[in-house]
């Protein structure tokens, strides 16, 4: 069965860093690119961050380009997403999705979401 | 970035009745790219059409969709409880992939 959990959300000050994982389980990690899509209180979802397989390339839309990161780990099977410079529009439940294999960047597979909160 | 438009924003239907989702898209994409997803309240989205117009694996047959270029639809042919959700589209064409606002479907 396919599996994705985050963790490392929670509440962090404007400003400051917060590093989001998931971890996966039930295929085989290193064969497919993987996202990150967040969703504010009552909005609607915003695709994030996605990484190749290998991790050499990685795609963002400009509200996060410059401040987030996404990277993973296939050895460990994990995903991560670095969070810097937080704003608080970026108070949101973050989903790592699996995207699937071939070219349609469809997203098959999600997690239950980490809740992060910016505020002072 | 491609935006999509979904509509209605919100559908209030009967059980057994036939409830349609349409979603524009600013630019013309290839149907692989389009996609439906399923949220139910407080969960996580799950897939459920894939390419326009294929299910996503355990998705009843009620579930389907259709389109081209620029526009596209989303159908329940017999609305059941178990499918009061919000239902988005979202592109895969090009960078930033994008998803429609949503569509909350409730029952009368």
């Known amino acids: 069965e396919v599996q994705l959990v985050e963790s490392g959300g929670g509440l962090v000050q404007p400003g400051r860093s917060l590093k989001l994982s998931c971890a996966a389980s039930?295929?085989?990690?290193?064969?497919?690119?993987m996202a990150w899509v967040r969703q504010a209180p009552k909005k609607g979802l915003e695709w994030v961050a996605t990484i190749s397989t290998s991790g050499s390339r990685t795609y963002y839309p400009d509200s996060v380009k410059g401040r987030f990161t996404i990277s993973r780990d296939n050895a460990k099977s994990s995903l991560y997403l670095q969070m810097n410079s937080l704003k608080s529009e970026d108070t949101a439940t973050y989903y790592c999705?699996?995207?699937?294999?071939?070219?349609?960047?469809?997203?098959?597979?999600w997690g239950q979401g980490a809740s992060v909160t910016v505020s002072s | 970035a491609i935006v999509l438009n979904q509509s209605p924003s919100s559908i209030i239907a009967s059980q057994g009745e036939k409830v349609t989702i349409t979603c524009r898209a600013s630019s013309s994409i290839s149907s692989n790219y389009l996609h439906w997803y399923q949220q139910k309240p407080g969960a996580f989205p799950k897939l459920v059409i894939y390419s326009t117009s294929y299910r996503a694996s355990g998705v009843p047959s009620r579930f389907s969709g259709s389109g081209s270029g620029t526009s596209y639809s989303f159908t329940i042919s017999r609305v059941e409880a178990e499918d009061v959700a919000t239902y988005y589209c979202q592109q895969g064409s090009s960078n930033p992939y994008t998803f429609g606002a949503g569509t909350k479907l409730e029952l009368k």
């Open positions: 999705a699996r995207l699937s294999i071939g070219t349609t960047h469809v997203m098959d597979a």
């Open positions: 039930g295929f085989t990690f290193s064969n497919y690119y």
